[in-house]
Antibody, heavy 122, light 107 residues
């Protein structure tokens, strides 16, 4: 069965960077579109970005452009989200999520990682 | 960007009640709307996509309706295990925005 397993909790200082990983099993990374979503404490879900199979590239929410980098390592079946210049407002649980294998663009998120808490604090 | 407004943000209902959550889009999105259930401390789980199509394995007491700008999620016969926050999401272009969420409490 498909599983997305994320790396553990992170604590970072303001201005620093963090990288969260998401290891895929059950299918190969190239068959999915991995997206990243975050949820600040007590808040709703916020889409950060993800892979668009029709365009063949990563798409980012305007709010995060310039600070976030999404990458994928097919040799280890692992996706990564790196966020730089952290501020306290970035404190949140970060989720990776994916559609069904071989879906097209704009497919809903069927599989989710367990979430990674990133805490930004001096 | 397409904005999604969910209402109410919180509701409290009794077991067996019929509850309806509304999601309004700032512009027409056809039926390109998903509903997710998020239980406390867990990742969201897909319930419905497109707006009217129940995903495999989801109890039939859940249903979705609407198109264009007005959508609703109905739970017909609320159960204790339905304690959760429900989120709508549009998939009608980037950015893929979510509604603010509706927290459902069992009285």
């Amino acid at each position: 069965q498909v599983q997305l397993v994320q790396s553990g909790a992170e604590v970072a200082k303001p201005g620093a960077s963090v990288r969260v990983s998401c290891k895929v099993s059950g299918y190969t990374l190239t068959e999915f579109s991995i997206h990243w979503v975050r949820q600040a404490p007590g808040e709703g879900l916020e889409w950060i970005g993800g892979f668009d199979p029709d365009q063949g590239k990563m798409i980012y929410a305007q709010k995060f452009r310039g600070r976030v980098t999404l990458t994928e390592d097919t040799s280890t079946e692992t996706a990564y989200m790196a966020l730089s210049n952290l501020r306290s407002a970035d404190t949140a649980v970060y989720f990776c999520a994916s559609d069904h294998p071989s879906s097209g663009s704009f497919s809903p998120f069927v599989f989710w990682g367990q979430g990674t808490l990133v805490t930004v604090s001096s | 960007d397409i904005q999604l407004t969910q209402s109410p943000s919180f509701l409290s209902a009794s077991v067996g009640d019929r509850v309806t959550i509304t999601c309004r889009a700032s512009q027409g999105i056809a039926s390109d709307l998903a509903w997710y259930q998020q239980k406390p401390g867990k990742a969201p789980s897909l319930l419905i996509f497109p707006a009217y199509n129940l995903q495999s394995g989801v109890p039939s007491r859940f249903s979705g309706s609407g198109s264009g700008t007005e959508f609703s999620l109905t739970i017909s016969g609320l159960q204790p295990e339905d304690l959760a926050t429900y989120h709508c999401q549009h998939l009608n272009g980037y950015p893929l925005t979510f509604g603010g969420g509706t927290k459902v409490e069992i009285k």
